[in-house]
């Protein structure tokens, strides 16, 4: 009976994270409420209160999962980036982007924190919590970009720093412009041409530090 509860309770959880990840896509996160998400799992606002203290909550939970397999594959590459971590960032860029092309959940989950959240009242924190979930991640980004530079894969005089903010800027720049109109080109197929350019601008002209 108990592996029974635990087996419901798990599957609550998911039903309200799968409503609340297409309602607040639908709708939009202010203009939602735990009502409409409650009506669109088939379960009670009791449900939802059983889980998350509030709609915040339910918010960081789904971006939460959205962000797993790329926490996973993350963490992966940075304990075997040692041999080539150009390679290895070339890896996690281009499974990154083919990721949100074939997976209809990434596309709304991205969706919602692009176009869909306004930052004000609980939402704002949810909003600062993913700030500092983009920086965690940018610092693993960088360990790799160290790692090119002190295997030579990059100039011993590039700046890091600047080089990792244009290849951030260019990843969440593709994403968030894509997400308008996923019609107007194949994501996944045009991919690794695309990060192949950036890598190759990385590579034969990084931004440099410089002299003193």
Not at 87 to 94: K, N, P, S, T
Not at 170 to 193: C, I, N, Q, S
């Amino acid at each position: 009976m108990a592996r029974k509860t635990k087996e419901d309770t798990e599957q609550t959880y998911t039903a309200l994270l799968d409503a609340a990840e297409q309602v607040f896509f639908d709708k939009g996160v202010s203009r939602t409420t735990l009502s409409d998400i409650a009506a669109a799992a088939g379960l009670t606002r009791g449900a939802i209160y059983w889980h998350f203290k509030d709609k915040a909550a339910l918010l960081h939970a789904l971006f939460e999962r959205a962000m797993l397999p790329m926490e996973a594959m993350l963490d992966e590459l940075m304990q075997c980036s040692d041999g080539d971590p150009m390679g290895a960032m070339r890896h996690l860029c281009i499974h990154a982007l083919t990721m949100l092309a074939q997976s209809p959940r990434q596309q709304r989950a991205m969706g919602i924190l692009f176009h869909k959240c306004e930052s004000t009242g609980d939402v704002a924190d949810v909003m600062q919590q993913e700030l500092a979930n983009r920086d965690e991640c940018l610092a693993g980004f960088e360990v790799i970009l160290r790692k090119a530079v002190d295997q030579g894969q990059l100039p011993a005089d590039t700046d890091v720093f600047v080089s990792l903010q244009a290849l951030h800027s260019f990843m969440v720049g593709t994403m968030h412009e894509w997400l308008l109109d996923p019609g107007r080109y194949a994501l996944d197929k045009a991919a690794p041409a695309m990060v192949d350019m950036v890598m190759a601008g990385l590579r034969g002209n990084p931004p440099r530090m410089k002299a003193g």
